[in-house]
């Protein structure tokens, strides 16, 4: 197949949902197969989200120690928890900027008209 992008070849379609010896088999261009999604990849929205919300938690669970520390004069470095603040400002920050796009974005897909 010519065309201004140079012979690509013919674009393949799923040929089912199982292939052979039970894996599942999707061509690609050429008719090549495409490896099967590995398991991280199949990993849900749910938990993914869930693993983010809880490395946030981490964080800020970690800059109360680090000013509690600082606040008992056991801390090590100012600027250590300076940075721990830092951080989990930034964490939060990005996890209630996601969250609200994600919120607008539901509201949207239910508004679309079918």
């Known amino acids: 197949m010519q065309n201004s992008f ?3 070849g013919s674009i393949g379609s799923i040929q089912g949902l199982e292939g052979p010896k039970g894996t599942s088999a999707i061509t690609g261009i ?13 990993r849900s929205f749910g938990s ?3 693993e983010a919300i809880g490395t946030v938690n ?8 680090a000013t ?7 801390a090590e470095s100012i600027h250590e928890v300076q940075i721990a603040g830092a951080k989990s400002e930034v964490m939060m920050k990005l996890t209630t900027t996601i969250t609200s796009k994600l919120a607008q974005a539901t509201t949207q897909l239910f508004q679309m008209q079918v």
């Open 68 to 74: 509690d520390a600082l606040m008992n004069g056991k």
């Open 48 to 50: 993914t989200l869930a």
């Open 30 to 42: 050429g008719g090549s197969a495409v490896a099967a999604p590995t398991e991280e990849q199949t």
């Open 6 to 8: 140079g012979n690509i």
């Open 58 to 65: 981490e964080s800020m669970d970690g800059a109360i120690k």
